[in-house]
């Protein structure tokens, strides 16, 4: 979506606050080759087509990132046009830059062209963009919001009625309602205000530094160095969501597969830690370390695709994690799945210092539960087994999780 110099170096200053966690990765992270090792700001896919915006210029592919070919022709600046968001409009297909302004192509991204227009000229460092109805709305990392009717192609004029601030990190069409970030706060414009409504954080109006914006399942989201949010179109401030058992903080990227949120939460630079929830962000799974400094996500073609600044990555979506993800103390020790891999059942077993509620189930590449052993039983002190039967389960992997008062467990499981 966007990406901000300053953000970076607000990343930088807070980075001994952000907690560690340790896990192994899955490595299952492959890379684009055709776009190498540049970075990757932005993720966008329409009809059909997908897009992918680097510091240079704009990749297309049109096999569902089998393969990616750079645009033909495409405006250059010095020293780069570094694209930073994408919207859509008809055939159209525009790009926001930090330094070119706003690009358009009318070719599925083969050839790309200036999309200025009056005294607002090329709109310089547009870092959001977002289309309502015959309207294109960009905005800028100082000049606050503009907005251009894209059907009569009017100039560019400035948007920015009821804004207390003109800094813009991020904007989004969520169901006709327009939320921008603005500053450290965010505002909304629904279809037909003239002017924008501040949206409060919490009940206090605290600055929240938020850099994301997303549309899942009828609700926006919203990623910031405090957490998760979540606003349901109506309450008169964001809802604070628990991120746990990933880091309650720095929540950056989101995407949507099915039912499911993936988000990204940075634990340090140059390394992001994938969630995901099936649940609306009520409770969430680690699915893996993503490595990369991550900069937008997004799902196609069967795959998760990860904008980073050392170029664009993927990986299978039906490839869990190999995570063993371990909080709180030692009082609960989780075995390893025997047999391994499993074929029509497979031996579960794990120890407890001391009584307590447990919930043993197996999740599947989603963080789906596909078994529950035992969900909220009280048991004693002492080492449990289990036999849960496999043979209904596809073949890949699935992750065994044991969740308790002591903390959550998860270890890897095979079904051959």
């Known amino acids: 979506m966007l990406r901000l110099s300053f953000f970076r170096a607000l990343r930088v200053s807070l980075i001994a606050m952000v907690a560690t966690t340790a896990f192994a990765s899955a490595q299952v992270w492959t890379p684009a080759p055709e776009i190498d090792r540049q970075t990757v700001s932005a993720l966008c896919e329409h009809a059909g087509v997908l897009y992918a915006g680097t510091v240079n210029i704009v990749y297309r592919s049109t096999d569902l990132g089998g393969t990616w070919t750079a645009a033909l022709t495409f405006p250059k600046a010095d020293p780069y046009p570094d694209v930073t968001s994408f919207a859509a409009a008809d055939t159209r297909i525009f790009a926001g830059t930090s330094l070119s302004g706003v690009l358009v192509s009318t070719d599925a991204g083969v050839n790309w062209s200036a999309y200025s227009g009056g005294s607002a000229g090329n709109l310089p460092s547009v870092y959001g963009l977002a289309a309502r109805g015959d309207s294109l709305y960009a905005i800028t990392s100082a000049a606050g919001i503009y907005v251009r009717n894209i059907r009569t192609e009017t100039p560019w004029r400035n948007y920015n009625n009821g804004l207390n601030w003109l800094g813009g990190t991020g904007i989004i069409n969520h169901e006709n309602t327009l939320i921008a970030l603005i500053s450290e706060f965010s505002y909304v414009n629904r279809m037909g205000d003239p002017e924008w409504t501040f949206l409060p954080w919490d009940s206090l109006g605290f600055q929240r530094n938020a850099a994301s914006l997303h549309s899942h399942r009828g609700e926006l989201y919203a990623g910031a160095f405090s957490g998760l949010y979540r606003w349901n179109g109506n309450a008169a401030t964001w809802d604070k969501l628990s991120m746990a058992p990933a880091p309650n903080r720095d929540v950056r990227w989101m995407v949507t597969v099915g039912d499911s949120l993936f988000a990204v939460v940075q634990l340090s630079i140059g390394r992001h830690l994938l969630a995901v ?140």
């Open 277 to 416: 929830s099936s649940d609306a962000g009520l409770t969430w799974t680690i699915a893996d370390d993503t490595q990369g400094e991550v900069h937008a996500l997004h799902a196609a073609g069967g795959r998760l695709w990860s904008a980073r600044t050392d170029g664009l990555w993927s990986r299978p979506l039906t490839v869990p994690t190999t995570v063993e993800r371990r909080t709180g103390s030692r009082a609960m020790e989780l075995h390893s799945p025997y047999p391994q891999p499993a074929t029509d059942g497979v031996t579960l077993s794990f120890d407890m210092e001391r009584a307590g509620m447990v919930t043993l189930q197996v999740l599947d590449a989603l963080g789906r539960s596909v078994i529950t052993v035992t969900e909220g039983n009280t048991l004693p002190a002492g080492r449990h087994q289990f036999h849960a039967a496999t043979a209904a389960l596809p073949r890949g992997m699935y992750i065994v999780r044991l969740t308790g008062a002591d903390g959550m467990l998860s270890r890897p499981l095979v079904r051959q």
